[in-house]
């Protein structure tokens, strides 16, 4: 048997769960439809993560190096990570900063990438608010 108390915090636990699964599929919505936007960067699950590595590196102000990237067999094969690589330059979402001596490449961010995770933080804003 329950005492008032554990039935009013059960109830409350399954209100607040409801309400973040509200907020998340909101947020989904709002990232599909944004994603739909033509100018809005189109990126297959590897390129994704990919580009979620980077920019993770990037912003605590480290580098990730491009053998390193190639090396993460978790997300891809060497060949996969290299063409997304790749793709990614293309649809300038990253760019290669070469190191003095030349031998490291480092992958870092664009204006363009920087400007694709704002919007995706401002569907989470959004999503949150309403």
């Not at 509200?22 to 944004?34: E, K, M």
């Not at 993560?49 to 053998?67: C, D, I, P």
């Not at 390193?68 to 990570?81: C, E, K, V, Y």
Request: charged share 30%.
């Amino acid at each position: 048997m329950y005492t008032n108390k554990e039935v009013f915090k059960k109830e409350e636990n399954l209100m607040k769960s409801k309400e973040l699964q509200d907020i998340y599929f909101r947020f989904l919505n709002l990232v599909r439809s944004i994603e739909e936007l033509p100018d809005f960067p189109k990126l297959d699950a590897t390129e994704n993560e990919l580009l979620n590595m980077v920019a993770s590196q990037w912003k605590k102000g480290e580098r990730l190096l491009v053998s390193d990237a190639i090396a993460m067999r978790q997300i891809g094969s060497p060949a996969t990570l290299h063409a997304r690589l790749k793709q990614l330059r293309e649809k300038d979402m990253i760019n290669y900063v070469i190191e003095t001596d030349g031998r490291k490449k480092y992958i870092e961010p664009t204006d363009m990438a920087l400007k694709y995770f704002s919007q995706i933080s401002d569907c989470m804003v959004q999503a949150s608010k309403a």
